[in-house]
């Protein structure tokens, strides 16, 4: 079995910064795995955020290319996610998740996570103006 195990969030008002974290345990679990970030809003679906591979590699979705960054911790099992500059329209909840690089991470995270089987309980932030 793995476990994803997230912490960080919370509130905080538009241009502040949050991190995210999220911290992989179990048998099954490899450094080589794809992880990722994704969100959904209330009556909205879910949407990728970020995704990274195993070498560092990393693609983000545009409504947050330049603002957030992802990354990991192989040695600690440990994925990150530095939240910059937020606005209103970032809150959501927020998951991360993990599974085997059968997929290009672009597909990944185009495909909101789907291909994913292991996912964090979700950590919810929220933006106020």
């Known amino acids: 079995q793995v476990q994803l195990t997230q912490s960080g969030g919370g509130s905080v008002q538009a241009g502040g910064s949050l991190r995210l974290s999220c911290k992989a345990s179990?048998?099954?679990?490899?450094?080589?795995?794809?992880m990722g970030w994704f969100r959904q809003a209330p009556g909205q679906e879910r949407e990728g955020v970020a995704v990274?591979?195993?070498?560092?590699?990393?693609v983000y979705s545009d409504s947050v290319k330049g603002r957030f960054t992802i990354s990991r911790d192989n040695a600690e099992n440990t994925l990150y996610l530095q939240m910059n500059d937020l606005n209103p329209e970032d809150t959501a909840m927020y998951y991360c998740?993990?599974?085997?690089?059968?997929?290009?991470?672009?597909?990944?995270?185009?495909?909101?996570?789907?291909?994913?089987?292991?996912w964090g309980q979700g950590t919810q932030v929220t933006v106020s103006s």
């Open positions: 990274i591979d195993s070498s560092g590699r990393s």
């Open positions: 179990g048998y099954y679990y490899n450094a080589r795995w794809h």
């Open positions: 998740a993990a599974d085997t690089p059968h997929l290009a991470i672009s597909l990944v995270l185009e495909r909101g996570g789907r291909d994913l089987g292991y």
